[in-house]
């Protein structure tokens, strides 16, 4: 199975940036996706952004493109999210997402909070 550790979230005022990494721990999985998801007091969790690491394609959420970028790193098994221009709504807590076969591995999540 996979273990996955989040850093990099915090308090931002509205319009600066945040980088929230996550790492894979070492498996043997050759078809599956990683992405990240949000979720705020009383929301749902909803998708941000997946990367597909076969390829590197990506998905991003209507309500975060042009303002977030997910990437990844082989080597470090490793998938970054770049938040800029965010927004008070973004606020929410944050889980690194690890999806293979149907089955989702989560992250402990990460708070992000952008105030006013």
């Known amino acids: 199975q996979v273990q996955l550790v989040e850093s990099g979230g915090g308090l931002v005022q509205a319009g600066g940036s945040l980088r929230l990494s996550c790492a894979a721990s070492r498996h043997t999985f050759r078809r599956y996706t990683m992405g990240w998801f949000r979720q705020a007091p009383g929301k749902e969790r909803d998708v941000v952004a997946v990367?597909?690491?076969?390829?590197?394609?990506?998905y991003n959420a209507d309500s975060v493109k042009g303002r977030f970028t997910i990437s990844r790193d082989n080597t470090k098994n490793t998938v970054y999210l770049q938040m800029n221009s965010l927004k008070p709504e973004d606020t929410a807590v944050y889980y690194c997402?690890?999806?293979?076969?149907?089955?989702?591995?989560w992250g402990q999540g990460t708070q992000v909070t952008v105030s006013s």
């Open positions: 990367i597909n690491w076969n390829d590197g394609s990506t």
């Open positions: 997402n690890f999806r293979v076969s149907g089955y989702d591995y």
